[in-house]
């Protein structure tokens, strides 16, 4: 078994290694604001798993984040690095973040202790070994149900397939692959279909589990040798689903567990359904032969919702809320909030909150006012992954060309074009752009946005391409 070319026991052996004794320092002084940012930024989940207990120190300018181990600091780092040097840089200009290894247990020459992971910061506790594997009640959200699903052309195809997949007991199509933004609904019906399961045909076992969570089972199963336990809890399940399959890039080993898993399900004619932010073809940091093996059974995709699934989500939500809400305010939020459900809904969640707390009634200017910072966000946040998503659409090209190595014209006029627009419609300087394509130099940067306006210059007809891209990207 190996972790990115060590051996198991290399890998456990370096966890000890890891644990150094603890010296305490001041936490620099914008630190709780970047905390509350990952939150929000996060979600609650994945807050408690991974930052809940992070450790920092240095200053505002050069702070240093430490994690319990050097596998929680590359995973963290290579999975959040980013957007946390992102979320840091909008609180402080040009503030640096430096990941290191920290654990709050003093060093022992037989780590035992230190490998609990009762002792890790925001990881589950309690005996791993005996801990139920299995995803418990608990992993499921009581509100993410079929009936509480409002259904609108972008997400049709999704939702029916959902539906056939849980009252069906042969996979028709398998894997089920749900694809789509952040906030479209891919959790939602992922729990849907294990509560209409758990509900309608208790017989059948139903694994629900998020990648990261496959990941760290497995990892922890490498750490106590006990990789058996890991596997069968696989064995006997009737239905596996593992949300957000993304984060299982990159990871080798994960990546083989994971499709050994998959492939010993599929052939015993198991359900398995998975979840991605992107197309099976687009996830860029997985093996081609599992990228072709998640596409063959029915790939669906979630659409961003248009202006009147939004409308009919907050009717919906609205009426769960039991909360009057005018519907001049309703088709305000409708049409303001295009990020994404999750924040159409906590939008709607901020002004109920409010309009109880102070005992107003829902109006179109408190809403404004309550709702300020968020509305002023929704107005110019375009993000870089929407720009190369947007772009590799219209030039026909693989989103992975966004952030490829080749050089061939018909993907790097694009990919040009991209980097350009990421300058002028976000707010991201020019090596954070480089990174998020791949990796790029600044200067690399430079060099396309100058290549952009050079041939805006002289060619009509390209400008006009650029302008309608740039139109569609701010409307
Ligand atoms: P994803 O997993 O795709 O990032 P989620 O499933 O977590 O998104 O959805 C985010 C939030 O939006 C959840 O609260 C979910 O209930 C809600 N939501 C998304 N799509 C719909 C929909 N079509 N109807 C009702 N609620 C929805
Ligand atoms: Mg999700």
Not at 171 to 184: D, S
Not at 424 to 444: A, V
Request: glycine share 6%; with cysteine; charged share 25%.
């Amino acid at each position: 078994m190996k972790i990115e070319g060590k051996t198991a026991e290399a890998f456990v052996s370096e966890v000890s290694q890891d644990i150094v004794s603890h010296t305490l320092h001041e936490a620099p002084e914008s630190w709780p604001a970047l905390r509350q940012a990952l939150r929000e930024h996060f979600g609650e989940t994945a807050y408690r798993r991974w930052f809940e207990n992070l450790h920092a120190s240095g200053n505002d300018d050069v702070m240093t984040l430490k994690l319990p181990t050097r596998f929680m600091r590359d995973w963290v780092e290579a999975h959040y690095g980013d957007t946390i040097r992102t979320l840091w840089r909008q609180l402080i200009r040009n503030g640096r973040i430096e990941f290191g290894v920290s654990a709050p247990i003093l060093k022992k020459p037989d780590a035992a202790p230190a490998l609990n992971p009762a002792a890790m910061p925001g990881m589950p506790a309690g005996d791993a070994l005996a801990a139920p594997l299995a995803a418990g009640e608990c992993d499921l959200d009581p509100r993410f149900t079929f009936d509480n699903f409002v259904v609108g052309k972008p997400n049709e195809l999704a939702y029916a397939a959902a539906r056939r997949v849980a009252d069906s007991d042969t996979p028709g199509f398998n894997p089920l692959f749900l694809y789509g933004g952040v906030g479209l609904g891919k959790t939602h019906l992922m729990h849907a279909i294990a509560w209409h399961i758990r509900r309608h045909y208790p017989q059948r076992r139903v694994i629900y589990m998020s990648a990261e969570k496959f990941m760290y089972q497995f990892v922890r199963a490498l750490r106590y040798k006990d990789t058996v336990a890991f596997k069968d809890q696989f064995r006997s399940v009737d239905v596996l689903m593992i949300d957000d399959v993304q984060f299982i890039g990159g990871k080798d080993t994960t990546q083989e567990e994971f499709f050994h898993t998959f492939n010993a399900l599929v052939d015993r004619n198991r359900q398995v359904i998975i979840s991605a932010d992107k197309s099976p073809q687009d996830l860029d940091r997985m093996e081609e032969r599992l990228r072709s093996r998640l596409g063959w059974g029915l790939v669906a995709d979630l659409h961003p919702a248009t202006y009147e699934l939004r409308l009919g989500i907050l009717h919906a939500k609205a009426e769960k809320l039991g909360c009057q809400v005018p519907d001049k305010v309703m088709e305000f939020l409708a049409h303001k909030i295009t990020s994404n459900v999750r924040e159409l809904e906590g939008a709607l969640n901020r002004i109920a909150a409010h309009a109880q707390l102070v005992g107003r009634t829902i109006s179109l200017e408190m809403t404004q006012d309550v709702l300020a910072d968020l509305l002023r966000a929704n107005d110019r946040r375009i993000t870089i992954d929407e720009i190369q998503k947007k772009v590799a659409e219209h030039y026909n090209i693989r989103l992975s060309d966004m952030h490829s190595a080749r050089r061939a014209r018909q993907v790097a006029r694009p990919r040009q074009v991209a980097m350009y627009l990421a300058k002028q419609l976000t707010p991201r300087s020019l090596p954070e752009i480089g990174r998020k394509f791949g990796g790029r130099d600044h200067t690399t940067v430079i060099h396309a946005v100058r290549k952009i306006e050079e041939l805006s210059a002289y060619d009509a007809a390209f400008k006009e391409d650029v302008e309608l891209l740039r139109r569609l990207l701010q409307g």
